[in-house]
C-alpha cells in the first residue's frame, strides 16, 4: 500500500493547512490531520479543545469522523501535523480509531518543511484490542452466576 512521493506531501501539505483552524486556547497546541481514503479523496480535520478537557478530539479524530461523514468506508493513511520541530504521533485514542478501519493504515508524523517518518498503525500500538479480535474463538468455560 505505497503512497508516492507526491501524494505524500499533498497530504502534509493539506494537514499543515488543516491546523490553521485548529481551536486551542488551552494547550495552544495546534494539530492538523489529512486522512486519504479509497479513491485517494482527502478529508480534514484540526484538534478542537473545551474547557472540560475530556471533550476535546484531536485533529486525527476529527480528519477521520469527516471522512466516515462524507461517505468513505476505507482509511489508507492518515498524515499528522503540529507546529512544533519534531515528529509528533497520535495519541492511544486516536491510534484506536484508525485502528478500526484496518491493521495496514499508513501514519505519517510531519513537520511543516515537509520532512515526515512513516509508521504502520500497529508499530504505534502493536498490541491494541481491535475488531478483528472480535472473529476470535471463544473458550467455553463454566458460567459464574452471582447471587443476588
Known amino acids: 500500500m505505497d503512497i508516492s512521493e507526491e501524494l505524500v506531501q499533498t497530504l502534509i501539505k493539506k494537514a499543515s493547512a488543516a491546523k490553521i483552524n485548529s481551536y486551542a486556547p488551552y494547550s495552544n497546541f495546534r494539530v492538523g490531520a489529512a486522512v486519504l481514503c479509497d479513491g485517494d479523496q482527502i478529508f480534514v480535520g484540526a484538534n478542537v479543545e473545551n474547557a472540560s478537557y475530556g471533550l476535546t478530539i484531536c485533529g486525527e479524530r476529527t480528519a477521520i469522523?469527516?471522512?466516515i461523514?462524507?461517505?468513505a468506508k476505507q482509511i489508507r493513511?492518515?498524515?499528522v501535523n503540529t507546529d512544533v520541530d519534531k515528529f509528533k504521533w497520535c495519541c492511544g485514542a486516536?491510534?484506536?480509531v484508525i485502528l478500526e478501519f484496518g491493521e495496514s493504515v499508513q501514519v505519517y508524523s510531519s513537520k511543516s518543511d515537509g520532512t515526515y517518518e512513516k509508521k504502520g498503525i500497529r508499530d504505534l500500538?502493536?498490541?491494541a484490542f481491535c475488531a478483528s479480535d472480535l472473529q476470535e474463538k471463544k473458550i467455553s468455560g463454566p458460567t459464574i452466576m452471582l447471587s443476588q
Open 65 to 67: 469522523f469527516n471522512a
Open 69 to 71: 461523514s462524507n461517505g
Open 77 to 79: 493513511a492518515v498524515v
Open 94 to 96: 486516536c491510534c484506536s
Open 125 to 127: 500500538v502493536p498490541f
